[in-house]
């Protein structure tokens, strides 16, 4: 008698996503933490034109300075007198960012002179001013 072959009705096989989705949750949070956030001025300025100028791309704090004399940072006007404490502040939260001032081409360059001493006493070293290219 001949014999007979008994298939059993196949398992089906499943893939377990748990490790996949566990590491794609890691990355995610390592990509959030690692992000610099850029603290914009929050003022639009008339920049003067320099033949020099060149884009500053690791920069992530502007600090804005109006025609009048005021000084804006994070979208909200800051007194000179605070500006070194508000710059200390976003200096804690990433060590080795760059400061960027966005002076207006009216601006005077005595309070131009004072936010680069607030930003110097901070502790920054990576000082520029902003300028348009041309000239």
């Known amino acids: 008698m001949p014999k007979q072959i008994v298939r059993r009705p196949e398992e089906e096989s499943e893939i377990d996503m748990t490790p ?10 390592f990509f959030i ?5 850029v603290k914009e001025a929050g003022i639009q300025v008339l920049k003067p034109e320099a033949k020099t100028a060149v884009k500053k791309k690791d920069a992530n704090v502007f600090i804005g300075v109006s025609s009048t ?10 007194e ?15 060590p080795e960012g760059a400061v960027v001032i966005q002076a207006d081409k009216g601006s005077k360059a005595g309070v131009i002179m ?7 006493g901070a502790g920054v070293k990576d000082i520029s001013v902003a300028a348009a290219e041309g000239g």
């Open 20 to 29: 996949m989705l566990d590491i794609v949750f890691i990355m995610l949070i």
């Open 33 to 37: 933490v690692t992000t610099s956030f």
């Open 69 to 78: 004399g005021e000084v804006y940072m994070d979208k909200k006007k800051v």
């Open 80 to 94: 000179l007198e605070r500006l070194k404490v508000e710059i200390q502040r976003i200096k804690a939260e990433s």
């Open 114 to 120: 004072k936010v680069l001493d607030a930003a110097k």
